[in-house]
């Protein structure tokens, strides 16, 4: 490994790395709560690592650049793509405000820094691969990264799994499978994760997906954001993707609870959102589109740039 740039929260992850220890800490989201804090084994993070380098086809000759902080999983697992291939790595301050340079074969980055990213477009600046993760894109963003010169990918993972067992094609939808993961689905359609190289065989998700494959599925959203309306499951987030071209500003969705229907589709938004109501009724099919509107003063998010939303975000009228 070749480190030209680091950072002091890079160099406090190598000691910890090259440490006695069989494990290294790390922290959830908190996206669906509190973070928390975990252990993984290093063993399941060189088996993350080796399935992306893999993929990716990341060797020694590669150049690895990384934006994003080493105190969080994201960060962690490029230094340690990056040791098992022998690879160059350069860890940049994290920033949306990207200082790229020269050729790069993989470089991760979150929704937030795709605007920057795209100042590089016609540039000398070459981009093999580009992974987005931390929270899921616009469609705005997605049309950007299309035209974007280099493979762009959505990732799917948590914590747990030591980063991505999933990529997305920007452009597609569906995530194909890294290798040494198979996936399955439960009696409610959320995806159960088997982890061929790993110190478990199987982890639960609280993901509902549309299975295509055991190598292949459509997200859908999280089952506890599910809005059960008159027998009819809504998914926000699948939804939140079809009505965001006649918003602007911050929203999600969620549900409050309806006499007839049991629930009925809310829209959240702050006092600075603007809502193209007319434009989104003749575009949106009814059952999709949010029958009350809930202003909340402000929105509060994970360091990833994930909406916290209330859990469960249900609203009573």
Not at 68 to 78: Q, V
Not at 303 to 311: A, W
Request: aromatic share 8%.
């Amino acid at each position: 490994m070749k480190l030209t740039q680091t950072t002091p929260e890079t160099e406090d992850f190598l000691k910890e790395w090259y440490s006695d220890s069989e494990y290294v800490t790390a922290h959830t989201s908190g996206s669906t709560g509190v973070p928390k804090e975990i252990k993984l084994l290093k063993q399941d993070m060189i088996a993350s690592a080796s399935a992306t380098n893999r993929f990716f086809n990341i060797t020694e000759s590669s150049r690895l650049v990384s934006p994003l902080s080493a105190s969080y999983i994201a960060g962690k697992m490029m230094i340690v793509r990056t040791v098992l291939a022998g690879a160059t790595l350069e860890m940049l301050t994290p920033s949306n405000q990207l200082n790229l340079h020269g050729r790069i074969t993989l470089l991760p980055i979150v929704p937030s820094q795709i605007e920057s990213l795209m100042t590089y477009a016609d540039s000398d600046v070459k981009i093999d691969n580009v992974i987005v993760g931390g929270a899921p894109m616009t469609p705005d963003m997605e049309c950007k990264l299309e035209s974007f010169p280099a493979n762009c990918y959505a990732t799917y993972g948590m914590t747990e799994t030591c980063s991505h067992v999933a990529i997305r094609k920007v452009g597609s939808p569906y995530f194909r499978a890294l290798p040494g993961v198979r996936f399955e689905v439960d009696t409610s359609s959320r995806l159960l994760l088997r982890l061929r190289n790993f110190s478990f065989d199987v982890l639960q998700t609280n993901d509902v997906v549309e299975l295509r494959s055991h190598d292949s599925f459509r997200w859908l959203g999280r089952f506890d954001n599910v809005v059960n309306s008159g027998g009819v499951k809504l998914f926000p987030e699948e939804i939140e993707q079809e009505i965001a071209p006649y918003i602007k500003g911050e929203f999600y969705l969620g549900a409050m609870s309806h006499a007839k229907w049991g629930e009925q589709l809310v829209l959240c938004v702050t006092p600075s959102t603007v809502v193209d109501s007319e434009a989104m009724q003749m575009a949106v099919p009814h059952i999709k589109l949010p029958k009350k509107t809930v202003i909340l003063e402000k929105f509060e998010y994970t360091s990833n740039g994930k909406i916290k939303r209330l859990i469960p975000a249900r609203f009573k009228e």
